[in-house]
């Protein structure tokens, strides 16, 4: 399978394929996002997810795939630091702000970066018309910041926090978008990078979350296991997808199309978490994913 991928590069098969990735994980990164914010504690279920994904990528690195080459360890190090880092923020971020007002927000201000990120690195340049998409895109998430700022009620005391805790986030997503996208490309099997970044990615936060992990008793461990395993399940084809999408096409269009996932947000905030949406709220997330389709249509 990885020769068939590797072959892919650079066509338009490849680009088409690049476009079903960035969507699927569009959708899997919003039910993620859902999974971490749900009934339990961001920390403990990001720890659950983190733990749970390791041990399934560990046989599959150790076993399956060709190991990394040499210069793989610096970057892998270099990954583990800058994923640390986002974890601890966004996990920040979600015990301060309802789902619904802190996600568009993470998500929406990591395409900037990483459209500028990715023109640094990798020569990728948007034309005049994907940055008017891109400017559509921040306009809804810049009016969808002013309205929550004025008309959420919950956790309002903590809320200014929380919406330039996630600001701070989504720098983190563009971050750690432009450099595993360098990561993924640094090596010949793509795969190599997917199974060992997730084996070494998901020992972080289980570690600092130790102590509270051996103090659960059983009846809170099971269900905090289960919604481990379904998030783990979630993680590898959201950032699997959105990985090899950019390991195939544009990494600043592959950014930008995946924010779409603030449309899927609202809809599992309003549907599964229970929280209530408006429809200006909507209004603006669709702004939000109408600039990420101008930017793909204008490419």
């Not at 690049?18 to 990164?29: E, I, K, P, S």
């Not at 009934?39 to 983190?50: K, L, N, V």
């Not at 509270?212 to 950032?239: D, H, N, T, Y």
Request: proline letters at 3%.
């Amino acid at each position: 399978m990885s020769e068939w991928i590797l072959s892919l590069e650079g066509t338009q098969a490849g680009h088409d394929l690049a476009l079903a990735l960035a969507m699927l994980a569009a959708l899997l990164h919003a039910l993620f996002g859902a999974l971490q914010k749900g009934r339990h504690d961001p920390w403990m279920a990001r720890s659950a997810i983190d733990g749970c994904y390791a041990l399934i990528a560990a046989p599959f690195a150790l076993f399956v795939v060709p190991w990394p080459e040499p210069h793989m360890w610096l970057i892998f190090a270099g990954a583990m630091l800058i994923h640390a880092g986002y974890k601890y923020l966004q996990a920040m971020t979600y015990s301060r702000g309802a789902y619904t007002v802190v996600y568009p927000v993470v998500r929406g201000t990591g395409p900037l970066f990483a459209v500028l990120g990715a023109w640094v690195i990798f020569d990728e340049r948007f034309n005049a018309g994907q940055w008017l998409g891109l400017a559509t895109l921040l306009g809804g998430i810049f009016g969808l910041a002013a309205y929550n700022l004025r008309h959420v009620i919950v956790a309002r005391e903590t809320l200014v926090q929380a919406l330039g805790l996630a600001v701070a986030t989504g720098g983190f997503v563009a971050l750690y978008t432009t450099y595993d996208a360098y990561g993924i490309r640094a090596t010949h099997d793509p795969f190599t990078f997917l199974a060992w970044f997730f084996m070494l990615d998901g020992v972080f936060m289980p570690f600092i979350m130790r102590r509270e992990l051996r103090a659960l008793r059983w009846q809170e461990a099971v269900p905090l296991f289960k919604r481990g395993l379904l998030g783990a399940i979630v993680a590898f084809f959201s950032f699997g997808s959105i990985l090899m999408a950019t390991r195939l096409d544009k990494v600043g269009e592959a950014a930008v199309l995946r924010e779409t996932s603030t449309v899927f947000a609202a809809l599992i905030g309003w549907l599964v978490l229970g929280e209530r949406v408006t429809k200006m709220q909507l209004g603006l997330m669709a702004l939000i994913a109408a600039g990420a389709v101008i930017v793909e249509v204008m490419g």
